[in-house]
Each structure stands twice: as C-alpha cells, then as structure tokens.
C-alpha cells in the first residue's frame, strides 16, 4: 500500500494539465462594492439638493411661467433677452460686485486682526471668544432688523443720541438715502461674517508650529518679519477657505439687504439676489434666468479668485 505525498503549495494552486487557476474570492457581494455604500447616501443628498436645483433652474429660464406658476410652453431664450433689455440690471451687477469685494476684504482684514488677537494669552481671553459668538448664533434676519431699528429716523438710538450730542441738527432717514444705506448695510454683513472668518483663521493659526517661530528668532527676525514671512504664508490655506466661503455667503446674502432696505428705493440698494427676488412678483421665467446669471457670476468669482490667488501652488 502506497502512501501519497500531500500537494505542496504551488501544487495546490494548479488545475488538471498543471494550469494555474485563480485563488476563490470570499468576499461577500456588499464588500466588492467598497466604499460605495457608505459615501451613496451624501451622493444621493448632492443630487437632490445641489444638482437636481441647478438642473430644474436652467429649465425653468426657458419657460414661460404665468404667476400663478402654471408653465404656458417654452419661451426659448426670450427670459434671457428681457432680462438684459432690463435698465436697471447693470447698476445692480456693479453694486452686486462692489457689496461682494468690500464686504469680504473688510471682513478678512479684521478677521485677521481679531485672530491674532485671540491667539494671544491675555486675562479675559475665553470669554471675548464667547462674545464673539454671539452674532454667528443670533438670527441673521434678526440682527438685520435690529439694526434697522436702531437706525429709523423717528425713534431710533443712533438718531437720539446725535442728537442730544449735538452732532447732527435733525434725524437723518440712513436707510432712505442710498448713500448712506449702502454702508450701513456692508458693517451689518461684515459684523455676522466675523465670527466664522476669525475662528477658521484662529484655527490656522494655532497649528502653526512652535519650532518655527523659535527658529526665526534665532535667526534675528523681529515681530514683523515672523509675521509677514512665516505667519501669513502658513495662514494661507485657512485664508483661502475664508475667502471662498464669504464669497459665496456675501454674494447669496438676501436677508440683510430685504430687511433693512428691501432693495429700495427702486432697485437703488439691490443686488443681483434682491433684483432676482422682485423680477419673481412679474416674471417668474425672468427671474429663473436672473437665477442663472447669478450662479454663474458666483462660479467666475470664486474661479477668478482662486486663479489669483494659485490656491493649487505649494511654496
């Protein structure tokens, strides 16, 4: 009786004829799928919430739509014809861009300033933090009409106290005068954007490295050498992300503006989103084309910004 040898390994991997067969998979049919499952459901959230929009949008600008928003038959490119026959569409696209620069450059600027402030160790630190919380926590539409409030021209504080101070003879309408409506609007978009902006910057801050700024006082730079050659370069991914965020929330910022002015008189103190908002009362299909324009002006900024800045560049 003869006794046979066990298959060696390489033996056991080989079919009849000594050809090579592939090993079984035991994976289950979930497990081939990946990462698949787990990442579907903020798949699904994008497409119905982000794509499905953008795509219901541009159809709507090539319909008619009565206002009672029963659609009558496509209107071809006639929205987009009309809107731009609109006189008062150029003024508000030049106000739509200055609200958007200033107010971001504003906000980042004394962003800067606070989060260099707050990475400082001073008595009272912790609770200034609290502090500046409040206005991210509070209402935007809120805060908007607080301060509208505080800005009317029979009963407002601002006026009372000028007055009694002597420093204005009589209430002044702010709101009423573009002139002055305009800049009181921007402080109120910049006093809400603070917090976010200074806490992603706080952020960017305090992962910067001890070691480095040991190493730059070794080398005999002063404060304002650090600051500007090691502080700021590695603040700039934090930065960046301030900026695109606030450009996009400053450029869709609808509640300040209809709250304090709603967009009047006229379309003096409008931007885009305010003009888009009213064109819905005549035209629903106009305004569905103004919606368009303002997703792609959004898109070209944040590009434009990005290309200046090379986000994508490493020093």
Do not use: C
């Amino acid at each position: 009786m003869s006794l046979k040898a066990p298959p060696s390994p390489a033996d056991a991997g080989r079919g009849r004829g000594g050809r090579a067969t592939r090993p079984v998979s035991r994976r289950s049919g979930l497990a081939r799928l990946g990462p698949l499952p787990w990442i579907a459901p903020v798949i699904l959230l994008i497409l119905a919430v982000v794509v499905w929009p953008v795509v219901e949008l541009i159809r709507t600008s090539f319909l008619e739509v009565a206002i009672s928003g029963k659609v009558r038959g496509s209107a071809g490119t006639d929205n987009f014809k009309t809107l731009f026959e609109e006189s008062d569409l150029s003024s508000v696209l030049i106000w739509t861009v200055l609200w958007t620069v200033v107010v971001v450059s504003a906000t980042m600027l004394i962003s800067l300033g606070l989060a260099s402030l707050f990475n400082q160790k001073f008595p009272g630190r912790k609770i200034t933090r609290w502090a500046l919380i409040a206005p991210w926590a509070a209402s935007v539409l809120m805060t908007a009409i607080g301060f509208k409030w505080m800005l009317n021209q029979t009963a407002g504080v601002l006026n009372t106290l000028m007055v009694d101070i002597g420093l204005i003879d009589k209430p002044k309408d702010w709101l009423g005068d573009p002139g002055t409506a305009w800049p009181w609007m921007m402080a109120v978009a910049v006093f809400v954007s603070l917090p976010f902006t200074t806490y992603t910057l706080l952020a960017g801050l305090q992962t910067v490295p001890h070691d480095v700024y040991e190493a730059s006082r070794i080398d005999g730079a002063n404060t304002w050498q650090t600051y500007l050659r090691i502080t700021l370069p590695l603040l700039r991914p934090a930065f960046l992300v301030g900026v695109v965020i606030n450009l996009i929330n400053v450029f869709n910022s609808f509640p300040i503006i209809w709250a304090m002015t709603q967009g009047g008189p006229g379309y003096d103190t409008s931007t885009s989103m305010v003009f888009m908002y009213k064109l819905k009362e005549t035209d629903i299909g106009e305004s569905a084309a103004m919606s368009v324009v303002n997703f792609a002006m959004v898109v070209v900024l944040v590009l434009i910004f990005l290309k200046v800045s090379r986000w994508n560049e490493e020093d």
